[in-house]
Each structure stands twice: as structure tokens, then as C-alpha cells.
């Protein structure tokens, strides 16, 4: 008898080794020279991991992800990391070198092969969301047998002609509705922008023609000091020419308002780029961004293609 009750004590205990395990936690992690937060969260030790690259640049997901990942906790561990000179990275240390796309590239690659590592997993899947889904598309370029699949959510594709685009919609509305302020703001507008006013015109605009939130002038001048020459840098890179083939999977995410990065010109790449496996994903009811808008969607799509792979 005591035999027979030792044994279905090991079994138990042997089935709940076996058995997931929730995971949550938060650290500093050793990246590009300094320190780097991220955080992540799932009800399983053993999912698969998906890392959120944040867009901006600057701007991190951090403090509102839970709003775009609570389903998706359940599907995957969930990773949220603030890049260099943002969010808790930025108060832990500054950048102890200058900001260009190539280091945030290596950036990225390094905190994926540490999450390899961290989690015991070859190949992780990676979303990222405008400068992020930039961010991720360049790592897919460099490193894609590090990525089971890429969710790119409104990326930017080629932003110099994006904003290009934009402008002149933006501009022959303001000229039908004979809008006198709108057209004397917009004609100050260069693209590439040159400095903060002529980001804050073009943004200004684009938030009602997205009819989306005002940004404030205030936080896009103290924004344009540290990113501007990095945002410009970045939306020089022409994917259509720079990456015409893609050797992991890769999905497209884009609502069918955004103007912020045209939706038509991420059509446009869908279409001709070669690639090992692609979907396009409309979220109709969205401009820049899916993730909140169409939360519910959002994720059921992200999960509905993991369950398939």
C-alpha cells in the first residue's frame, strides 16, 4: 500500500514537472554596450516566444501592451523590449554610441539570440509595429533562420515616398476644400523633413485625414532633437530594391487608413516581394494602428498562424 502510494506520488509529481509552467519577469539584459529592459509574460514556459519590436523611433509599448497581448499571452511568451534611448532603457543608461539603423539592427539581432538562449527555443517569431516593422524587416534581411515567421504591422516600406505620397493627398484635399491654413502649413513641408516644424505640419494634417489624435508640437520637437536624422536615415531604405526577396515567413498586417506608412505602397511590396511564405491582412477598420484599433483581430491572427506552423 505504501509502495503503490509512493509511486503515484513520484507520478504526480513527474506529471507536474512535465506540465507549463506561467512565466513573468522583467530584467536588464547586457545589449550593444549597455543595459536593456524587457519584459515578457505567459501562461506557458514551453510556448513558443514572440518579440514586439516598438515603432517611433522612441516611442515604447511597454506601459499599454497588455491592451494588444492578453490572448496572445496565452499563445506565446510574450516579449516587450525598450530600445536604446527609450522607456526604461533610457532611464537605466544612455546610448554610449551614436544612434544609426545599424546599431539598432544589431541591437535587435543580439536581444533575439539572447531570448534563444534565455528560453531554449532555435527559432522565435518577431513583430514589429511602423520604425519597428522597418527594424524587423532589416533583421529578417540579415538573419532569418533566426525567426520562425515576421509580423509586419504598418511598416515602413519606403518612407521617403510614403511621406511623398501623403503630402500631395493631403494637399489636393486642402486644395478642394480650399483650405487657406492647411495649404500655407503643408507648402512648408520637405520631404525628407529638415527639421521639427515641417514634421509637425505634415503629422498635423495626416492625424485628420486619419482622423486620428492631434499629435502636440511640444512633445514632436522634443522628439525630432534626438530622432529625426535616425527616422530620416531609416526612410532612405527602399525594400522594393533593398529586399526584393524574404527567406523566412512574413506577414503583412496593415490597416486600410493608414497614410502614416501608405497602405497602398505596402500593397504594392506584398505583391512583388519573393518570398518563402507571405499573407496579407487587412484591418479595415484602422489606419496606423491595428494592434489597438483591432485588438481582438490582431491577435487572433497572430495565433491562427501559429497554430497552423
Given at each position: 500500500?505504501?509502495?503503490?502510494?509512493?509511486?503515484?506520488?513520484?507520478?504526480?509529481f513527474i506529471l507536474q514537472d512535465l506540465s507549463a509552467h506561467e512565466i513573468q519577469g522583467a530584467e536588464a539584459i547586457e545589449v550593444?554596450?549597455?543595459?536593456?529592459?524587457?519584459?515578457?509574460?505567459?501562461?506557458?514556459?514551453?510556448?513558443?516566444?514572440?518579440?514586439?519590436?516598438?515603432?517611433?523611433?522612441?516611442?515604447?509599448?511597454?506601459?499599454?501592451?497588455?491592451?494588444?497581448?492578453?490572448?496572445?499571452?496565452?499563445?506565446?511568451?510574450?516579449?516587450?523590449?525598450?530600445?536604446?534611448?527609450?522607456?526604461?532603457?533610457?532611464?537605466?543608461?544612455?546610448?554610449?554610441?551614436?544612434?544609426?539603423?545599424?546599431?539598432?539592427?544589431?541591437?535587435?539581432?543580439?536581444v533575439i539570440e539572447f531570448l534563444t538562449t534565455r528560453f531554449s527555443q532555435e527559432k522565435i517569431y518577431l513583430a514589429g509595429h511602423?520604425?519597428?516593422?522597418?527594424?524587423?524587416?532589416?533583421?529578417?534581411?540579415?538573419?532569418?533562420?533566426?525567426?520562425?515567421?515576421?509580423?509586419?504591422?504598418?511598416?515602413?516600406?519606403?518612407?521617403?515616398?510614403?511621406?511623398?505620397?501623403?503630402?500631395?493627398?493631403?494637399?489636393?484635399?486642402?486644395?478642394?476644400?480650399?483650405?487657406?491654413?492647411?495649404?500655407?502649413?503643408?507648402?512648408?513641408?520637405?520631404?525628407?523633413?529638415?527639421?521639427?516644424?515641417?514634421?509637425?505640419?505634415?503629422?498635423?494634417?495626416?492625424?485628420?485625414?486619419?482622423?486620428?489624435?492631434?499629435?502636440?508640437?511640444?512633445?514632436?520637437?522634443?522628439?525630432?532633437?534626438?530622432?529625426?536624422?535616425?527616422?530620416?536615415?531609416?526612410?532612405?531604405?527602399?525594400?522594393?530594391?533593398?529586399?526584393?526577396?524574404?527567406?523566412?515567413?512574413?506577414?503583412?498586417?496593415?490597416?486600410?487608413?493608414?497614410?502614416?506608412?501608405?497602405?497602398?505602397?505596402?500593397?504594392?511590396?506584398?505583391?512583388?516581394?519573393?518570398?518563402?511564405?507571405?499573407?496579407?491582412?487587412?484591418?479595415?477598420?484602422?489606419?496606423?494602428?491595428?494592434?489597438?484599433?483591432?485588438?481582438?483581430?490582431?491577435?487572433?491572427?497572430?495565433?491562427?498562424?501559429?497554430?497552423?506552423?
Amino acid at each position: 500500500m505504501r509502495l503503490a502510494s509512493s509511486l503515484l506520488l513520484l507520478l504526480a509529481f513527474i506529471l507536474q514537472d512535465l506540465s507549463a509552467h506561467e512565466i513573468q519577469g522583467a530584467e536588464a539584459i547586457e545589449v550593444g554596450g549597455i543595459k536593456q529592459w524587457i519584459k515578457y509574460q505567459g501562461v506557458d514556459d514551453r510556448a513558443p516566444v514572440l518579440l514586439f519590436l516598438h515603432g517611433g523611433p522612441g516611442n515604447s509599448m511597454m506601459s499599454y501592451a497588455d491592451r494588444f497581448t492578453k490572448e496572445l499571452q496565452k499563445n506565446f511568451i510574450v516579449v516587450m523590449w525598450d530600445q536604446r534611448e527609450s522607456g526604461k532603457t533610457k532611464t537605466l543608461n544612455e546610448s554610449s554610441q551614436p544612434l544609426s539603423v545599424s546599431l539598432f539592427v544589431k541591437d535587435a539581432i543580439d536581444v533575439i539570440e539572447f531570448l534563444t538562449t534565455r528560453f531554449s527555443q532555435e527559432k522565435i517569431y518577431l513583430a514589429g509595429h511602423s520604425w519597428g516593422g522597418y527594424l524587423g524587416l532589416r533583421v529578417v534581411v540579415e538573419r532569418p533562420e533566426l525567426l520562425k515567421g515576421y509580423f509586419a504591422i504598418s511598416p515602413m516600406i519606403h518612407q521617403l515616398e510614403s511621406e511623398r505620397l501623403s503630402l500631395n493627398i493631403m494637399l489636393n484635399k486642402a486644395r478642394e476644400e480650399n483650405n487657406r491654413l492647411a495649404l500655407m502649413e503643408l507648402d512648408k513641408v520637405e520631404v525628407p523633413f529638415t527639421n521639427a516644424e515641417q514634421l509637425y505640419y505634415h503629422r498635423k494634417w495626416l492625424s485628420k485625414l486619419m482622423n486620428s489624435a492631434t499629435p502636440n508640437r511640444e512633445r514632436v520637437e522634443q522628439w525630432s532633437v534626438i530622432w529625426l536624422p535616425l527616422f530620416n536615415e531609416a526612410s532612405q531604405t527602399n525594400f522594393f530594391e533593398f529586399a526584393p526577396q524574404l527567406t523566412c515567413p512574413v506577414y503583412f498586417l496593415i490597416g486600410s487608413k493608414d497614410y502614416q506608412t501608405y497602405f497602398k505602397l505596402t500593397d504594392s511590396y506584398y505583391q512583388q516581394v519573393i518570398c518563402q511564405e507571405k499573407k496579407l491582412y487587412w484591418f479595415t477598420q484602422s489606419a496606423h494602428s491595428p494592434n489597438l484599433t483591432e485588438a481582438t483581430k490582431f491577435q487572433q491572427v497572430l495565433i491562427n498562424i501559429m497554430n497552423k506552423n
